[in-house]
Structure formats: structure tokens, C-alpha cells
């Protein structure tokens, strides 16, 4: 069984400036990834970013990192650089059968 | 190129009406996936298959209805029995080792 909480149901940021949502997880899995995604209001579902569970090493892609707590089962996304289209509904799901999403975190990138 | 085909992108039930909402995927993936999404709300699971000719009921299977004939199709009916049908829909697939979610464009589905 997975479950996801995003404790931040809405954020804010200034274009430019730098933001962390926060997620914790907790799966039955040995082996699993970890994602983010993000959802414009398009609609359209986008991989912003992977992490593999067995890698110690936090991902990173352009603007976006992540910090891995393993232990405490915590997936944080960090968004330096904010730009308008960063604007979206964000989440965390861990891998597995299921891909189990929960209620996501809603970001606007303020002018 | 690769991808998840959702048709249509806008679907109108009538009262006591069943519809079916078409995904196809041609990404040769095992696991195919069916999420409802209310306005503002998070994906909640309505049913995955992870092969051919089986499927399982995710956390709100009720009233709804699904099939796993063949590995590219993975169709999506509402029943009669959905009472609060209006949501929007989304389908996805994914490889073997679950290492990334492919999904398509989605469904927007209302009530007349």
C-alpha cells in the first residue's frame, strides 16, 4: 500500500525567488521511484523530475532538485529561478502498481 | 511517435446513460491506469491492469466499469450507476519497472 501527504495545499512565490514543497510517503516497496509532476492548467501531466530509491545522490534537473530523506520518507522539491509557467497543481506519487497521487500542492509564481 | 491517445476530449452523459471513454496507448506497456480528477482535487484511482485480460478496482471502482482485451486499449465505461459522473478523466500507462508514468490528454466528461 502507498500513500502521499503534501502539507501545503497552496503556495506562492515571486517570479525569480526560490520555493520548496514538501511531500512525505510511505510505500511497501523495496525498490521504487520517486516523481514529481506537475499539472499547468492545461491539464496535461509532466514529469518534472525522477528520483531512484536506491541512489543517495538527490536528482536534479535544471531548475528543479530534490532532497531524498529516505529514512524519514520525505521528497522535497525545490524550484529555484520561479518563472510563470511554474505555475501548476504539483505531485508526488512513489512508484508501484497503483501510482497512488493524493491531493497535490497548488504553486503560483507571482509577477 | 510513442504515446496515449484519450478520445474524446469533451463527452455530455444524459441521465441513465452508460458512456465509454476510449485510451489507447502504443508504448508496447504492460500497466494502464484510470484516475478521476474533480475541479481543484488531487487523481484518485479508478482502476489499473497490469496485463492482458486482468484488471483490478482501485479506491473509487464503484459505477464504474473497465476492459483489458487487448494490451493498447484499456477503455473506460461510466455507468448509470456513477451518480456524480462529472470529473475529468485520465488515463495512463507504464512500463515493467514502474519508472515513469506516461499519461494522455484526459477526458472531460458532463451531465446534461
Known amino acids: 500500500a502507498q500513500t502521499v501527504t503534501q502539507s501545503q495545499p497552496e503556495m506562492s512565490v515571486q517570479e525569480a525567488e526560490t520555493v520548496t514543497l514538501s511531500c512525505t510517503y510511505d510505500t511497501s516497496e523495496n525498490n521504487y521511484y520517486l516523481f514529481w509532476y506537475k499539472q499547468p492548467p492545461s491539464r496535461q501531466m509532466i514529469l518534472v523530475i525522477r528520483q531512484e530509491a536506491y541512489k543517495q545522490q538527490n536528482a536534479t534537473e535544471n531548475r528543479f532538485s530534490v532532497n531524498f530523506q529516505k529514512a524519514a520518507k520525505s521528497f522535497s522539491l525545490k524550484i529555484s529561478d520561479s518563472q510563470l509557467g511554474d505555475t501548476a497543481m504539483y505531485f508526488c506519487?512513489?512508484?508501484?502498481?497503483?501510482?497512488?497521487f493524493g491531493t497535490g500542492t497548488s504553486l503560483t509564481v507571482i509577477p | 511517435d510513442g504515446g496515449i491517445t484519450q478520445s474524446p476530449k469533451y463527452l455530455f452523459r444524459k441521465e441513465g446513460q452508460n458512456v465509454t471513454l476510449s485510451c489507447e496507448q502504443n508504448l508496447n506497456h504492460d500497466a494502464m491506469y484510470w484516475y478521476r480528477q474533480d475541479p481543484g482535487q488531487g487523481l484518485r484511482l479508478i482502476y489499473y491492469s497490469q496485463i492482458v485480460n486482468d484488471f483490478q478496482k482501485g479506491d473509487i471502482a464503484e459505477g464504474y466499469s473497465v476492459s483489458r482485451e487487448k494490451k493498447e486499449s484499456f477503455p473506460l465505461t461510466v455507468t448509470s450507476a456513477q451518480k456524480n459522473p462529472t470529473a475529468f478523466y485520465l488515463c495512463a500507462s507504464s512500463g515493467t519497472g514502474y519508472e515513469k508514468l506516461f499519461f494522455g490528454s484526459g477526458t472531460q466528461l458532463s451531465v446534461l
Open positions: 506519487p512513489p512508484t508501484g502498481n497503483q501510482f497512488y
